[in-house]
């Protein structure tokens, strides 16, 4: 996908939330140490409230600003799953070997 790149070691996944999350659906390496890097400006609707249940994260991301999130490299196949505290809006990226 185009909003993942390597810094290093690392690989960064570039979300937007504001009125949902952009893009909806990211294709990302397995077997990789990942940040999931979720972007706000303005974001005052409920995708502000980030959840991730399979890291246990849940947490307000400032209206403007950018969030880093640890995500441990993750196995083939899985997909991380995100939504926002009122479950309208969501998110997935799908580890890929």
Do not use: H, W
């Not at 996908?1 to 690392?10: D, P, Y």
């Amino acid at each position: 996908s185009t909003n993942v790149s390597m810094e290093g070691e690392k690989q960064i996944i570039e979300i937007t939330a504001k009125g949902g999350y952009s893009p909806g659906k990211t294709t990302a390496k397995a077997g990789v140490p990942t940040i999931l890097r979720v972007k706000t400006n303005s974001t005052f609707d409920c995708s502000a409230a980030l959840r991730i249940k399979s890291l246990g994260y849940s947490k307000t991301l400032p209206a403007t600003g950018t969030t880093d999130i640890e995500v441990p490299a993750q196995l083939a196949g899985s997909t991380l799953k995100a939504l926002c505290s009122m479950g309208m809006y969501n998110f997935e990226v799908q580890f890929q070997g």
